[in-house]
């Protein structure tokens, strides 16, 4: 059972940066895909970015490069780093892991809580 903690949301200005985190409970966690997900709210659950074991990285092609997925091996944690935020960034990001490559939320066995991130003037 892999427990995932999310934390680094908060409120924030247009054109602000953040870096979330989530740190794993699992020693395999190298061995483990890792995602971000977010959830605005009204709207369904949608994929942000996804890294797997051998840091191949996937994004969503609506951040036009303004994220980036890094995980920490060493520190079983994997971070999201966001730039140029934009209001429409406002939502409940998710962190997940599972063993499948994918922008899917259903292939992710485990979730964290979320941490929310609001950008706004």
């Known amino acids: 059972q892999v427990q995932l903690v999310e934390s680094g949301g908060g409120l924030v200005q247009p054109g602000a940066s953040l870096r979330l985190s989530c740190a794993a409970s699992?020693?395999?966690?190298?061995?483990?895909?890792m995602a971000w997900f977010r959830q605005a709210p009204g709207k369904e659950r949608e994929f942000v970015a996804t890294?797997?074991?051998?840091?191949?990285?996937y994004y969503a092609d609506s951040l036009n490069g303004r994220f980036t997925i890094a995980r920490d091996s060493a520190k079983n944690t994997v971070h999201l780093q966001m730039n140029s935020l934009k209001p429409e960034d406002t939502a409940l990001y998710y962190c997940?892991?599972?063993?499948?490559?994918?922008?899917?939320?259903?292939?992710?066995?485990?979730w964290g809580q979320g941490t929310q991130v609001t950008v706004s003037s």
């Open positions: 997940a892991a599972g063993r499948i490559y994918s922008a899917l939320s259903n292939d992710y066995n485990y």
């Open positions: 699992e020693r395999t966690f190298n061995t483990y895909v």
């Open positions: 890294i797997n074991s051998s840091e191949g990285t």
